[in-house]
């Protein structure tokens, strides 16, 4: 299994682009997860998937849309690219069947907006 | 949501224990994590404790969990410098985790 994986790994954008970060997972979980990382503040969650079909808002969900048409797939837009999403990325998952619901991270996207 | 917190920083000499410390505030959590980040990466889970326990040893990690006080630690014994990360921990409302801000734990030799 290749686990989670992302893509890329890092993302330089100007202000007012658009672009989407990939995530994938071959471990048939249900839920999917996006979450931020900022400096001394952990982890944010953006927005996250039960099952294909459903999404839902996280903490900090404003300038990113997701879908979810697959299991395996759970893609990140940002509309129009802002300084303040300036972040580490990180996609996650794990299964509901699995009795202490551990999530599985991917490596994370490095995106900088100038 | 709810706010996890815990110390920025902690250095430690290698061979020394190494305590991290979190608080939590929903009490209704179910089970209790510490991950792992080494640099470059993402988390990786070190270890949980469901929320009826009070103490989970693994191997050289000990986690002491104070319900009463809604605190939780991870205990390190004998670090070494590859336990040079950050640690986060992070209380679930099932899957859905709430993370604390990370402890960077430099170990120096």
């Known amino acids: 299994n290749a686990g989670v994986t992302q893509t890329p790994k890092f993302q330089v954008l100007k202000t007012g682009q658009s672009m989407t970060l990939q995530c994938a997972q071959d471990?048939?979980?249900?839920?999917m997860s996006w979450y931020r990382q900022d400096p001394g503040m952990g982890l944010r969650l953006i927005h996250y998937?039960?099952?294909?079909?459903?999404?839902d808002q996280g903490e900090v969900p404003n300038g990113y849309n997701v879908s979810r048409s697959t299991t395996e797939d759970f893609p990140l837009r940002l509309l129009s690219a802002a300084p303040s999403q300036t972040s580490v990325y990180f996609c996650?998952?794990?299964?509901?069947?699995?009795?202490?619901?551990?999530?599985?991270f991917g490596p994370g996207t490095r995106l900088t907006v100038t | 949501g709810e706010d996890v917190e815990q110390s920025l920083f902690l250095s430690v000499r290698e061979g020394d224990s190494s305590v991290i410390n979190c608080t939590y505030t929903?009490?209704?959590?179910?089970?209790l994590y510490w991950y792992k980040q080494e640099p470059g990466a993402g988390l990786q889970l070190l270890t949980y404790?469901?929320?009826?326990?009070d103490m989970k040893q693994d191997q050289r990690l000990t986690v002491l969990l104070n319900k009463k006080d809604k605190h939780l630690s991870l205990r390190i014994a004998d670090t070494q410098t590859g336990d040079s990360a950050i640690y986060f921990c992070?209380?679930?409302?099932?899957?859905?985790?709430?993370f604390g801000g990370g402890t960077r734990l430099m170990v120096k030799p």
């Open positions: 996650a998952s794990s299964s509901a069947s699995h009795p202490t619901y551990e999530q599985y």
């Open positions: 471990m048939n979980h249900e839920y």
């Open positions: 998937s039960v099952g294909a079909g459903i999404t």
């Open positions: 929903d009490s209704s959590s179910t089970y």
């Open positions: 404790i469901f929320s009826n326990m």
């Open positions: 992070a209380e679930s409302a099932g899957n859905m985790l709430t």
